[in-house]
Nanobody, 119 residues
Framework: QVQLVESGGGLVQAGGSLRLSCAAS????????MGWYRQAPGKQRELVAELTTSGSTSYADSVKGRFTISRDNAKNTVYLQMNSLKPEDTANYYC?????????????WGQGTQVTVSS
């Protein structure tokens, strides 16, 4: 059973930093593509950052140069380091992975962690 558990969200002032964690079970983060998404009230969920099995990373334009996705294989955990936070980064942040089941990609999500950036 795949489980993703996020933590690390909170309230921070603009310009501050937070590090989100996503602890995985039922999969190995080193052998799965892992992503961080966010959803603000009234908006669609959007991909923020993605980490492939080879270690390649990609970011939404709005967070490039400020956010970094990484993983710790020993802890089976993925991180999102968020620096220079802006009020528009306020959202619920979700960890995601996709697992092939019966030849279909099935998405798994964590419960989310709230990030609030005050101006």
């Amino acid at each position: 059973q795949v489980q993703l558990v996020e933590s690390g969200g909170g309230l921070v002032q603009a310009g501050g930093s937070l590090r989100l964690s996503c602890a995985a079970s039922g999969i190995f983060v080193r052998t799965n593509v892992m992503g961080w998404y966010r959803q603000a009230p009234g908006k669609q969920r959007e991909l923020v950052a993605e980490l492939t099995t080879s270690g390649s990373t990609s970011y939404a334009d709005s967070v490039k140069g400020r956010f970094t996705i990484s993983r710790d294989n020993a802890k089976n955990t993925v991180y999102l380091q968020m620096n220079s936070l802006k009020p528009e980064d306020t959202a619920n942040y979700y960890c995601n992975t996709k697992v092939k089941i019966l030849a279909k990609d099935v998405s798994f999500w964590g419960q989310g962690t709230q990030v609030t950036v005050s101006s």
